[in-house]
């Protein structure tokens, strides 16, 4: 069956950098692309970035672009977040999800993973 | 850039009410729309895809319709498992979601 396990997630002062890793099974991963989600305490769900199933295009919300790199390892079966320069508005917990529809443009998010929270504070 | 917004915000129904969500987008995005549920501490799940199609698994009880700017989610006979908030989500540009609708019982 399909998961998705997030790691990678803790407390990081603000300006600081912080990786966030999704290990993926139970498909072909390099078939789909794949997506970061994250909601902050409370709050909606807000789409962060998403990456080809190739790792060819990669598209991020403004609220992060410039800050936050999206990259997977096919052959690790891996997706990736690096986030520079973090906010506390950066606090959240961050989902890994496949998009619905093999490929790369966005479809939608069939499969996520639990989550793992990031918490940016000083 | 698109906005999503969802009425109403909340909502209290009777287990085998009747329950509509609708969500509107500022602009055309045909049926480029999904709608989730998302029970607290859990991860979102997947419930309707391109506006009315039903995923795989899904109780037959959960329906949606529309399209271009007007769309509507309904749970047609609430049971207290639906209890939870809903989210619609469009992808006719980056993906973006609604604001969320909760749903209690009463």
């Known amino acids: 069956q399909v998961q998705l396990v997030e790691s990678g997630g803790g407390v990081v002062q603000p300006g600081r950098s912080l990786t966030v890793s999704c290990a993926a099974s139970?498909?072909?991963?390099?078939?789909?692309?794949m997506h970061w989600v994250r909601q902050a305490p409370g709050k909606g769900l807000e789409w962060v970035a998403n990456i080809w199933y190739d790792g060819s295009y990669k598209y991020y919300a403004d609220s992060v672009k410039g800050r936050f790199i999206i990259s997977r390892d096919n052959s690790k079966n891996t997706l990736f977040l690096q986030m520079n320069s973090l906010r506390a508005d950066d606090t959240a917990v961050y989902y890994c999800?496949?998009?619905?529809?093999?490929?790369?443009?966005?479809?939608?998010?069939?499969?996520w993973g639990l989550g793992t929270l990031v918490t940016v504070s000083s | 850039d698109i906005q999503m917004t969802q009425s109403p915000s909340s909502l209290s129904a009777s287990v085998g009410d009747r329950v509509t969500i609708t969500c509107q987008a500022s602009q055309d995005i045909s049926t480029y729309l999904n709608w989730y549920q998302q029970k607290p501490g859990r991860a979102p799940k997947l419930l309707i895809y391109d506006a009315s199609n039903l995923e795989s698994g899904v109780p037959s009880r959960f329906s949606g319709s529309g399209s271009g700017t007007d769309f509507t989610f309904t749970i047609s006979s609430l049971q207290p498992e639906d209890i939870a908030t809903y989210f619609c989500?469009?992808?006719?540009?980056?993906?973006?979601f609604g604001p969320g609708t909760k749903v209690d019982i009463k």
């Open positions: 989500q469009q992808y006719d540009s980056l993906p973006l």
């Open positions: 139970g498909f072909i991963f390099r078939s789909y692309g």
């Open positions: 999800a496949r998009d619905r529809v093999g490929g790369g443009d966005s479809t939608g998010f069939d499969y």
